[in-house]
């Protein structure tokens, strides 16, 4: 297997609840370095199945062409 691909660049971005883009970030030369895909059954618990990634990282930088959008605002109210 070749590793020449084995760093990829990523773009985060954070939404709030309004589904607004309110920052971005640049990561670069990321990888994965823990991975679980499920966790361990047990049939007397009350768990929840959550998936877990770890990305490690050679930098990161704010991306500054993303501002912070205005608050939506209601325009009318319901009657």
């Known amino acids: 297997m070749s590793l020449k691909n084995f760093r990829k660049d990523l773009y985060l971005e954070v939404y709030n609840e309004a589904g607004q883009l309110v920052i971005g970030y640049k990561i670069y030369r990321c990888w ?15 768990a929840i199945a959550i998936e877990h990634i770890k990305v490690e990282n ?15 605002t209601l325009s009318t109210v319901a009657t």
């Open 32 to 46: 994965v370095s823990e991975y679980q895909a499920l966790p361990d059954f047990d049939a007397n618990a009350n």
């Open 58 to 72: 050679e930098g990161w930088e704010r991306d500054t062409s993303v501002t912070e959008p205005q608050e939506p």
